[in-house]
């Protein structure tokens, strides 16, 4: 038998009963089937896995939705919380989408997204990257390849759904983080994350606020210092049918064509 090329994860078991952080361990595999054994955190273990992205592989897991929340709203591998949220998010919008789960079901996701946007120990490029849903191009190839019908403008009104759901129950934490990010200078090394996230934020003001999300946009293009809040400003007001929406388009186009 030829020898398997071996596979090194990093891994670590955390709590979900008391939210204690298991020490990272590191395993690696190297057969078809391997047992292993580590110290536990305390009850309700969950498993995180793969931290750091150590392997170049596709994990597939049964993970349930109370592990999930707990890993995007809590695991300390930015990584790992990165893939959790990912695939709640994307098991959630498949469901909806395809008729399988019930719209409303939002209660999960926002719990997680609220613990993302009040986590003072994530770096905010990070938490950018984290408050970003799966696209419609990846959900569709999703579906696609499965036995579920992919349906465009059902998955279009599931994320719009969606975002518009935890636009409306985390209001107050997003515009507390706008007002945050909007202090840091554009020079700063923070400057990055702040742009980020700002942008992110009038992106769920949009589907839950259309008329407080084309002042916010608007405000942010005419103070803008930088090309990136300018065209993040830019495009959630293209997608909103507001007086502030051609003003703007008129300004980038006399000043950039």
């Known amino acids: ?3 398997s090329m071996p596979i090194p994860l990093r891994l670590a078991v955390h709590s979900r009963a008391t939210r204690a952080l298991g020490a990272e361990q590191r395993a690696v595999l ?11 955190a305390g009850p309700d273990p969950v498993l995180s896995i793969n ?3 150590t392997a170049p592989v596709i994990v597939e897991r049964t993970l349930g939705k109370d592990d999930l929340v707990f890993l ?3 695991d300390d591998d930015p990584f790992a919380r990165y893939e959790a949220m990912q695939e709640l998010a994307v098991g959630h919008l498949v469901g909806v989408a395809s008729g399988e789960g019930a719209s409303g079901g ?11 946007l009040t986590d003072a120990a994530l770096d905010d490029t990070m938490r950018g990257e984290l408050m970003m849903l799966p696209s419609e191009t990846y959900l569709f190839e999703t579906m696609a390849t499965g036995e579920r019908k992919a349906d465009p403008g059902a998955i279009h009104a599931a994320r719009e759904g ?15 983080l706008y007002d945050r990010a909007e202090k840091v200078a554009h020079a700063d090394p923070e400057g990055r994350g702040a742009r980020k996230v700002k942008t992110q934020v009038l992106v769920y003001a949009a589907a839950a606020d259309p008329a407080k999300a084309a002042e916010l946009a608007a405000y942010q293009y005419d103070k803008a210092q ?4 300018r065209q993040g400003a830019l495009m959630v007001l293209c997608g909103l049918d507001c007086p502030e929406r051609a003003a703007r388009l008129e300004d980038f186009y006399a000043c950039y064509k």
Request: hydrophobic share 40%; net charge negative.
């Open 51 to 53: 931290r750091g992205y």
């Open 30 to 40: 190297s057969g078809a089937e391997q047992t292993f054994e580590f110290p536990l």
């Open 72 to 74: 995007a709203g809590h």
């Open 226 to 229: 930088n090309m990136t809040d």
């Open 162 to 176: 969606l975002k518009a759901a935890i636009g409306t129950a985390c209001s107050a934490e997003l515009h507390a």
């Open 1 to 3: 038998d030829k020898q």
């Open 106 to 116: 939002e209660a999960s996701l926002v719990e997680a997204f609220r613990a993302i």
